[in-house]
């Protein structure tokens, strides 16, 4: 039954394939269980939204479980999806400030009773509605098209700064890349730090069960970074004073007691409730002008994380057909349908993670693998204290996205280097989307380089009219919009 409705001969893979390739995704996206409601309720930043840590916690599961088994069984593509980051800094920073000045300011005219609604409510609405404009665009198309209108270089181009983000983003995550407010980054040269262990380990490790082809090689990695973990958690302190007082030791997150590494403590927890979030969203406070334009930056981060991340992943598994891909309408309602659902639970924009491209690289081909990262998003809920022991402590996690950001790296022989109309908009997208740290913007800058090279090139003919609209759309983004996001 499986391999009739999900393809799974035909797409060259099977049941333990896939069930695995969901594990490896789930493993390597389980932060957002976490990181989501630290970020919602203010914790993580030492203030408070209002939001209830425990109910948004729920609320991400759910929301991530449902537009995830979306995907799963309406579009049948291994790609999971969950409460974007980013979307979540955007939602405590720039929409619950303006949505506290929008309530003070109708308190003073008398137009609205103090008390009667709250800054997160109307950021939920916020994101609700622009969840459904999500729908809207995906219903009538609109997102399809704009798929079709994108050349193969620079579909093979998003794949390339999607691979170079998750590398990034696992390095920074191992501490193997500090900030610098000189250089911007800086090399962490404390090796011997027990953060860097653990992912030094983990990182050879699975590089080389890959390079021997061992089935899974990227969960054994996991698995053996979490066992060295918990070596070194309850050995370090019993090492000689020299060696467990050290600064490289006791400045490690691994040893950290407040955010460091926490040995999990039980099993099984019961899931929190969602009554102080649920069904709580202001949509007549957030349906005025003040709020307009951050509907519509969701509306963009959305849009373009979602495609980017389905174009790069689709790219890496085989699944594009003549430049197309198939049931791509389907794929993009998922996301839309679970921002809806998630804004009504109590959670930020819901989109589709570029971890997936974890779980592809695993073997997953087809909708079991997010079927299978849906399930494990709901059994999250039970078995918190396990998840909390992987997800929190992101060196286990991040050489399974060194190794898949350097596995992404092959579409660059796919894209035409000796095209300059197509290779220059490649570059900046390629670039753009680390440097940047946001798919959404790194993909704006090529998008408005492209239809502007053709044109000067004399070849504008060889552009869709889509992309023209784009561009313009896109600049307009960056100058009306986007830049009241900082």
């Known amino acids: 039954m499986l391999d009739r409705f999900f393809g799974l001969s035909r797409h060259g893979t099977n049941v333990r394939t896939e ?9 390597t996206m389980a932060y957002i269980i976490f990181v989501q409601p630290a970020v919602l309720s203010g914790s993580m930043f030492d203030m408070e939204t209002g939001l209830d840590f425990g109910a948004v916690t729920t609320a991400t599961c759910l929301a991530a479980a449902l537009a995830t088994a979306i995907m799963a069984l309406y579009a049948r593509y291994p790609i999971a999806q969950a409460p974007g980051m980013g979307e979540n800094f955007f939602f405590v920073f720039s929409v619950l400030p303006a949505a506290a000045t929008l309530i003070s300011a109708k ?15 109307i950021a939920l609405g916020v994101v609700f509605i622009a969840g459904v404009l999500f729908l809207v665009l995906s219903l009538l198309g609109v997102r399809e098209m704009l798929l079709d209108a994108i050349s193969p270089s ?10 170079m983000f998750i590398a990034f983003i696992g390095l920074k995550n191992a501490t193997l890349v500090l900030a610098d407010k000189d250089a911007a980054v800086k090399l962490n040269p404390q090796f011997a730090s027990p953060d860097l262990v653990v992912f030094f380990f983990a990182l050879l490790l699975t590089a080389g069960l890959y390079a021997r082809r061992v089935r899974g090689s990227i969960v054994w990695g996991i698995l053996a970074a979490t066992l060295l973990a918990v070596v070194l958690k309850l ?3 019993l090492m000689p004073e020299a060696i467990s007082q050290a600064e490289v030791v006791t400045t490690s997150n691994l040893m950290n007691p407040e955010k ?12 929190p409730s969602m009554a102080p979030t649920l069904f709580k969203m202001d949509l007549v406070n957030s ?14 981060m959305d849009l373009f994380d979602t495609l980017g991340t389905l174009i790069g992943v689709s790219e890496q598994a085989g699944l594009m057909k003549d430049g197309k891909l198939p049931r791509v309408k389907e794929a993009l309602l998922s996301d839309a349908v679970g921002t809806v659902a998630g804004a009504a639970l109590g959670t ?14 695993q073997g997953g081909r087809t909708g079991l693998t997010a079927l299978t990262v849906a399930g494990l998003f709901v059994l999250a809920l039970f078995f918190s204290p396990v998840i909390a022991m992987i997800g929190s402590y992101p060196p286990i996690t991040a050489p399974a996205l060194v190794v898949v950001g350097s596995l992404m790296m092959r579409g660059v022989t796919k894209v035409e280097w000796s095209d300059y ?9 390629v670039i753009g989307i680390p440097l940047t740290f946001s798919i959404a913007d790194g993909l704006a800058l090529g998008f408005i380089a492209y239809p502007i090279i053709k044109l000067l090139a004399g070849r504008g003919r060889e552009v869709k009219w889509l992309m023209y609209v784009m561009a313009l759309v896109m600049v307009a983004y960056f100058l009306f919009i986007r830049s009241q996001a900082v």
């Open 235 to 237: 050995g370090l302190p």
């Open 19 to 27: 069930l695995l390739a969901g594990l490896t995704t789930f493993l």
């Open 287 to 300: 349906l005025c002008w003040s709020m307009l334009p951050f509907i519509l930056i969701f509306l963009f």
């Open 107 to 121: 308190v003073a005219a008398g137009t609205l009773q103090q008390g009667a609604t709250t800054p997160w409510q």
């Open 154 to 163: 620079m579909r093979n181009g998003i794949a390339i700064g999607l691979g």
């Open 260 to 271: 460091g590494f926490a040995i999990a403590k039980a099993v099984v927890a019961r899931p």
């Open 421 to 429: 109309t197509e290779s220059m908009p490649t570059f900046l997208i």
């Open 348 to 361: 930020s924009t819901v989109t589709s993670f570029v971890e997936s491209a974890a779980g592809v690289e």
